[in-house]
């Protein structure tokens, strides 16, 4: 099976392609954009390319439609008879809230139909962005913390398998794809043995993004890693 795999060189898409599969790599960053590249002849997709992150999009909204949407379109139009599995995500349930959320929305209305849209929620382990909140808890970085906020966090291994369940099934649609589990940020701060100022966060990110996984339940599928006991295993002593 030849895999055309976007997004290769990013955080997921770094993961994913050491596993033992037929690989055709895409990404921006080795000079591949999707929105002008020549797009190779595949069995099936698997497509994590994009911008990705709500503040970011607040601040770039078109690049963040251009990106997510309209190089999303042309590689549907291209791979519209092939098996597609996209990259989401959780803020696609509210997609007023940012322009990041309403391009991930927006992608799930134009997908094919023989593909399957994947609402990713908060992923961390190797290779995740050093702003994002587990690697700076990591590294005992955090500058301040959401009082009223609540993460699915689901490790990156976790959302590989996932990929590749929905490689080898015929499942079609659009699914929540997390642990099911979500712990409010100050609990996890703490458990870290962190202490930083306070925050209220703001309408444009969602109060809670626990995943729905009845799906996922259903064909014996479920999150292995804890988010706790990583923190612990990875975390810097001073």
Known sequence: MKILLT???????SNLRNADYHFHNLDIKSGNDIMTCELPDVDCVIHLAGLSGVRDSLNNPTDYWKTNVIASQR????????RILYAS????????????????????QIAPPNSVGMRF???????????????????????YIN???????????DIISAIFLFLHNDFKGVLDVGTGITNKLTDILKHAGIECPLAIGGETERLN?????????????????DLFKYITKNKVTN
């Open 209 to 225: 993004n626990k995943a729905d996984t009845s799906i996922l339940n259903s064909f014996g599928w479920k999150a292995n890693i």
């Open 89 to 108: 995500s959780s803020t696609a349930h509210e997609p007023w809230r940012n322009p990041y959320a309403m391009s991930k929305y927006s992608m799930e």
């Open 121 to 143: 929620t908060t992923v961390y382990g190797p290779g995740a962005r050093e702003s994002m909140l587990i690697p700076k808890i990591l590294r005992n970085d955090v500058q």
């Open 75 to 82: 590689l549907f139009e291209r791979y519209k008879d092939k």
């Open 147 to 157: 009082t009223n906020h609540k993460r699915d966090f689901i490790h990156v291994d």
């Open 7 to 13: 997004g290769s060189d990013g955080f997921i898409g």
